[in-house]
């Protein structure tokens, strides 16, 4: 298994676009976490999913973000209209049970940067 | 709330000297504790939680829970172990949330 795979690895886009982030979990897996890096903040739960329904999406930071997960095998996190205070790495990670008290599994993570 | 803290940012050591991750936590209830680790250009991964109660790579962590600490600890640092360190909290119960530390970063110095 190529664990999580997430796409792209990087995106370089202007103030005002919109950008989609993917993420494809490990086969198997239901429940489905998507969190946000910074220097400052650190690491940020966003949103995660259990069975492909959002559960708790509190970290979400404004209604510019939105994410879905029409099927087990693929979820996307959408930024629309993105700002330049968006510039962070997003992860994606997936884990076996239905709670995080299971091993999450982390992606590689996509670097965007908005200017 | 939950939160967690990790009160430093960077912690550097010499190799073969001991090492203390500091982590507190703030939960009501029973939390379970994780620390979570990210080598350079590699992903984020578990490196052990509370309640398998393992010693991974030389590391251990007690969970205190009349100080609401967690942290990790290792005898004798090698230079393998400089990474970015996340100490992380789940609620046991379904739907809670998931919260990880600001994270130290080890450097261990030859």
């Known amino acids: 298994d190529a664990g999580v795979i997430q796409s792209p690895r990087h995106e370089v886009t202007e103030m005002g676009q919109e950008v989609t982030l993917r993420c494809k979990p490990i086969s198997g897996h239901n429940s489905l976490f998507w969190y946000r890096q910074t220097m400052m903040r650190g690491l940020e739960l966003l949103i995660y999913f259990n069975n492909n329904v959002p559960i708790d999406d509190s970290g979400m930071p404004e209604d510019r973000f939105s994410a879905k997960m029409p099927n087990a095998s693929f979820s996307t996190l959408k930024i629309q209209p993105s700002e330049p205070r968006d510039s962070a790495v997003y992860f994606c990670?997936?884990?076996?049970?239905?709670?995080?008290?299971?091993?999450?599994?982390f992606g590689p993570g996509t670097r965007l940067t908005v200017t | 709330a939950q939160r967690v803290t990790q009160p430093e940012k960077l912690l550097s050591v010499f190799k073969g000297a001991p090492v203390e991750l500091k982590c507190n936590y703030s939960?009501?209830?029973?939390?379970?504790l994780f620390w979570y680790v990210q080598y350079s250009r590699q992903r984020l991964q578990l490196l052990l939680r509370h309640i398998s109660r393992e010693s991974i790579k030389g590391f251990t962590a007690d969970l205190n829970k009349g100080e609401t600490s967690f942290h990790l600890k290792k005898p004798f640092a090698q230079e393998e172990d400089s990474a970015m360190y996340y100490c992380a909290l789940s609620g046991l119960n379904y739907g809670q949330n998931f919260v990880f530390g600001p994270g130290t970063r080890l450097s261990v110095l030859p």
């Open positions: 990670a997936s884990t076996v049970g239905t709670s995080g008290t299971y091993e999450q599994y």
């Open positions: 939960y009501s209830g029973s939390p379970e």
